[in-house]
């Protein structure tokens, strides 16, 4: 019985000191390891602590879309409820809404593949309620209105 106590007291005082050894002191915020670039076309390099995912990273990690597309998309489809916006995978998903003049419910799910401004970096999913697909013509002018008014920011930046 004594030995069966030494030996659980030894295991514990073992677990303690390896838990006290864990605490050294809180990680410090290093101010340069983030850095950010501004543009349509620009990446923000994404350094952190090191990681088994880091190996398979490349030098940058970064973010290619297209705020012109990012910010029609959230324009044109005002109307309905954000659910999430993710700018580092380029998607937003939204709730159902009911467009103005309409009757229909639809909810949308954006993507934007690519830094250009082009018709092949932006990719709409719409459905309406109760899971129907809508029709082809309805998702195409969805995004030719994104598209055309990511071509009035554009100018009204003033990039050409």
């Known amino acids: 019985m004594i030995l069966f106590s030494a030996k659980r007291a030894i295991a514990m005082l073992a677990c303690l000191v390896m838990v006290a050894a864990c605490g050294d002191e809180p990680p410090k915020f290093d101010p340069d390891a983030i850095k ?3 543009g349509p076309n620009k990446t923000t390099p994404v350094t952190s602590g090191t990681s088994l995912l880091d190996a398979f990273r490349g030098k940058e990690a970064g ?3 297209n705020r012109f597309l990012w910010t029609a998309a959230l324009d044109v489809l005002d109307f309905l409820p954000v659910q999430a916006a993710d700018p580092f ?3 937003i998903t939204t709730g ?3 467009p ?3 009757g229909r ?3 949308a799910t954006i993507l934007i593949s690519d830094p250009a401004l082009d ?3 932006l990719n709409v999913a719409l459905q309406s309620q109760g899971g129907r697909p809508v029709a082809a013509g309805t998702q195409r002018a969805v ?3 994104i598209l055309s008014r990511a071509r009035q920011l554009r100018i009204q930046a003033g990039r050409y």
Do not use: I
């Open 36 to 38: 950010v670039e501004s």
């Open 63 to 65: 973010v290619k879309v």
């Open 89 to 91: 995978t380029g998607v």
């Open 96 to 98: 159902y809404g009911v």
């Open 100 to 102: 103005p003049g309409g």
């Open 105 to 107: 419910a639809y909810r």
């Open 119 to 121: 018709a092949r970096s």
């Open 143 to 145: 995004e030719d209105a």
